[in-house]
C-alpha cells in the first residue's frame, strides 16, 4: 500500500517507480522493498540520478510519429491520428507531458465535445491515449492519464440507404464524362469507403472487373464492373502522369479526400439528398444485396467487411422489411381463409 511505501514512491500494476514533478520517473531495479530497494531509494534521492529531460507534448509527438508503432498503421488510420495530433501540438505542444493530468484530459474533451462534437471528442482522446502509451515505454512517464477516460455517449445516426430517386437523378443530373459522376459510380459499383475509391489505380481495372485493396482490413477484393462505372472509365480523361482513376482538377495528382467529399455534398445537395452521405452508399449496396435475398457472405464478399456481425448490421433495415411484408403478406392469407 502507499503508506508503506516512502515519499515519491508509487506502485503501478505492481511495479515501483520513483515518480517526483520535475524528475525522471525511474523503475525501481529492486522491486522488493528492502535494503537493496532503500539504498538504491537513497541514491535517487541524494541526486545521484540523471537529471530530467524536459519532454514536452510536441517532444513526444515528433516521436511518435516517427517511431515504427505509428508508421506501421494504415495510411488512413495515420492520416485520421494526425488531425487530432496537430491539434493536440498546436494547443498543447509547450506543456510538459508530465504535468498533464487526468482533469486536463476531462477537460479538452468536454470543450472539444462542445465545439466539435461528441464524436471527435472521444477519438481525440483515444489518439492522446495511444500517444501517452508511447511515452510510458520511452519511460517519460509512469502513467497514462487519459486512460480510463469514458466515451460521452451520444445519439449515432442510423445508417439511411440512398433511395432510387436520388441514385436516378444521380445520373440524370451528370453526365458519364463528370469527374463527381465517375466517382459516384465508382463508391455505387464497389460498395468501398471512400479512401479506398480515391486510391483505386488504373492497373487495377483487368477487363471487366477491378481490383481493390482495403486501406482499413487489408482485405483484397475483385469486383465485377458496372454497365454505368465502365461507360464512366471508357469517356473519363486519363493524365499518364496520375497512377489514380481519380485525378485532381490540375491533372497533376490523385483527388484528395477533402476535395472528394466537398464534390459530393455539391451532387447530395443538387439533387436533394444532403440527408444521405457518402458512407450511406456503402450501406446501400449491402442493402440491394440483402434485398436480393442473398446473404451476409455475398455482401462481405463485395464490401469486404470481416466478419457477418458487420455485414448484418449493414443489411439488418432492410432484412426486417422483407420478412415484415412477408409476415404481414401470411397474416392476410390466413385471416382470408378464417373467412
Not at 439511411?160 to 441514385?167: G, K, V
Request: charged share 30%.
Amino acid at each position: 500500500m502507499k503508506k508503506d511505501l516512502p515519499a515519491y514512491v508509487v506502485r503501478l500494476k505492481g511495479v515501483l517507480y520513483f515518480k517526483r514533478r520535475r524528475w525522471p520517473t525511474l523503475r525501481f531495479v529492486s522491486q522488493e522493498v528492502g535494503p537493496a530497494f532503500y539504498a538504491e531509494y537513497a541514491r535517487i534521492t541524494n541526486g545521484t540520478a540523471p537529471k530530467s529531460k524536459l519532454f514536452s507534448v510536441k517532444n513526444l509527438i515528433s516521436e511518435y510519429t516517427r517511431s515504427k508503432r505509428f508508421t506501421d498503421l494504415k495510411p488512413r488510420t495515420r492520416a485520421d491520428y494526425l488531425k487530432f495530433l496537430s491539434r493536440f501540438e498546436r494547443n498543447a505542444g509547450n506543456l510538459l507531458v508530465e504535468d498533464i493530468e487526468r482533469k486536463h484530459v476531462l477537460a479538452w474533451q468536454d470543450q472539444l465535445s462542445q465545439s466539435d462534437g461528441a464524436h471527435y471528442a472521444n477519438y481525440f482522446v483515444r489518439v492522446i491515449r495511444v500517444s501517452f502509451e508511447y511515452a510510458i515505454d520511452r519511460g517519460q512517464i509512469a502513467s497514462n492519464p487519459a486512460k480510463g477516460v469514458k466515451s460521452i455517449k451520444y445519439k449515432t445516426r442510423k445508417p439511411q440507404p440512398w433511395p432510387q430517386e436520388a441514385i436516378k437523378s444521380v445520373r440524370e443530373t451528370l453526365p458519364y464524362d463528370h469527374r463527381t459522376r465517375l466517382l459516384f459510380e465508382l463508391l455505387y459499383c464497389t460498395g468501398q469507403r471512400i479512401g479506398d475509391v480515391l486510391s483505386a489505380k488504373w492497373i487495377d481495372i483487368h477487363g471487366p472487373a477491378i481490383s481493390v485493396n482495403q486501406n482499413k482490413s487489408g482485405a483484397d477484393l475483385e469486383l465485377i464492373i458496372t454497365e454505368d462505372l465502365a461507360e464512366c472509365l471508357r469517356r473519363a480523361q486519363r493524365h499518364h502522369s496520375v497512377e489514380t482513376i481519380l485525378a485532381n482538377h490540375r491533372g497533376n495528382g490523385p483527388w484528395s479526400y477533402r476535395g472528394a467529399a466537398d464534390a459530393m455534398m455539391k451532387l447530395r445537395k443538387q439533387v436533394g439528398a444532403v440527408e444521405h452521405n457518402i458512407h450511406d452508399i456503402r450501406h446501400t449496396v449491402a442493402s440491394e444485396i440483402a434485398s436480393a435475398g442473398l446473404d451476409d457472405e455475398h455482401i462481405q464478399s463485395v464490401t469486404g467487411h470481416t466478419t457477418k456481425k458487420m455485414a448484418a448490421h449493414y443489411s439488418a433495415s432492410t432484412r426486417q422489411k422483407t420478412r415484415a411484408k412477408t409476415a404481414q403478406s401470411a397474416r392476410n392469407r390466413t385471416k382470408t381463409d378464417r373467412e
